[in-house]
């Protein structure tokens, strides 16, 4: 066996004493993606014009993790081509809704094929998501979740259970049943209740041992899986498998966040005065949303926003985490499939909008975000962001070398 030296010990305890744990979180949203698909290009943009045009955001993340949208933005961003890089850059994320989102919600806009369109969701889903399935069989293949370039975290619904199924990097190890296909994971954690139909199949652990997924979107456990990610480290670390060196797993000075939204309507969007009339199909459907989902999909996030906002306030380290969200949306903005050109367009530069925002924070009794004085813009925190991500990633290398 090996023996370390005592300046090999030294530099060793010096790794563990500062190493940092980088983690990325995008919510779930729909067509509304293409907001953290505008963010996500920034900072990429930030990292390349420090360490150079190969900068890609995987290098930089111990973790990515997201649900629904989301975790088609993470699988997008942590794939590889067959070459060992990445499928996509960031730039291309915005293109790829714009380009695609027409084809997976298909519009129909008369009058009439509207009405029948809300009459057919009592029965089954508003779209039958071929098109989706096909185009991720198509980028993904047979890549499976133990291919990607750095950590992911998606998490999802299995129907059959009642319980959510998280699809995780960490847990492969003990749980060889969840190497699933990456296709398999994106096209479960994406299907929403009412929108895209329930996702089944079947994964064999090393023993040939066979285990069923019936999957629906992961925004019914964790619209914003920001916790989730965390849990997984720590779980990583207690049980023994980790890089990551903590010596304390609650240490959130040790962690770096940023966590990015797809956008939440103004909190007075609904009433009780007018959803104590509501029917089944006004729960399913009501002008042009999906109440139900809008409820659970902003309850969740909102929820994990406040527990962090809270925890590394408590632990001064709020400087760590940056959550960036628009809780503005109006109108077609706020849809989850609304691909109209004017609509999409629209979210494209309410992404550029929310960059030149102010940093801001979660209100606890109005769930609004506030603004931050002193800190800056959203841009500019990314910037700062990106400063720390790049010398994280010096530190680690230059200990490699």
């Known amino acids: 066996m090996a023996t370390i030296s005592s300046a090999e010990g030294a530099r060793q305890s010096s790794h563990d004493k500062d190493k940092m744990v980088t983690v990325l979180s995008i919510d779930g949203g729909g067509v509304r993606g293409i907001i953290p698909a505008t963010i996500l290009a920034f900072l990429e943009e930030e990292l390349k014009k420090l360490d150079g045009p190969h900068a890609r955001i995987a290098d930089y993340f111990d973790v990515v993790a997201g649900t629904s949208t989301g975790g088609l933005l993470t699988v997008m961003l942590t794939a590889p081509d067959k070459n060992g890089r990445l499928l996509f850059d960031a730039n291309d994320l915005a293109k790829f809704y714009i380009d695609e989102s027409p084809k997976i919600f298909p519009q129909k806009n008369s009058i009439f094929s509207k009405i029948g369109t809300a009459l057919r969701m009592v029965s089954r889903p508003k779209y039958d998501g071929k098109y989706l399935h096909s185009l991720l069989r198509q980028y993904l293949g047979e890549m499976k979740l133990d291919g990607m370039l750095t950590n992911v975290v998606i998490p999802t619904f299995d129907i059959a259970y009642l319980q959510p199924t998280i699809f ?216 700062k962001f990106a400063k720390q991500l790049s010398a994280e990633r010096s530190r680690r290398k230059n200990l490699i070398d």
């Open 168 to 383: 995780s990097s960490f847990q492969l190890k003990h749980q060889p049943a969840k190497n699933a296909l990456l296709s398999d994971i994106t096209i479960g954690t994406s299907a929403a209740p009412t929108f895209f139909p329930a996702h089944y199949f079947e994964t064999k652990d090393d023993k040939g041992h066979t285990r069923s997924f019936n999957l629906v979107d992961g925004g019914l456990a964790a619209n914003n899986p920001t916790l989730c990610a965390r849990s997984q480290v720590a779980q990583d670390i207690i049980v023994g498998n980790s890089d990551f060196f903590l010596q304390n797993t609650v240490d959130y000075g040790k962690f770096m966040v940023i966590s990015i939204g797809c956008g939440l309507n103004p909190n007075e969007k609904y009433s009780a005065k007018d959803a104590s009339k509501w029917g089944i199909l006004n729960w399913i459907v009501k002008d042009g949303t999906a109440p139900i989902v809008d409820m659970f999909n902003a309850a969740s996030a909102d929820m994990v926003d406040i527990h962090l906002s809270v925890l590394f306030g408590a632990l001064r380290s709020s400087q760590r985490y940056l959550r960036i969200q628009y809780d503005q949306l109006s109108g077609s903005a706020g849809s989850i499939d609304d691909c109209s050109k004017e609509n999409l367009d629209r979210l494209v530069e309410i992404g550029n909008e929310l960059l030149r925002k102010n940093v801001s924070r979660v209100d606890l009794e109005t769930g609004r975000n506030v603004e931050m004085p002193g800190e800056g813009t959203n841009s500019e925190q990314l910037a």
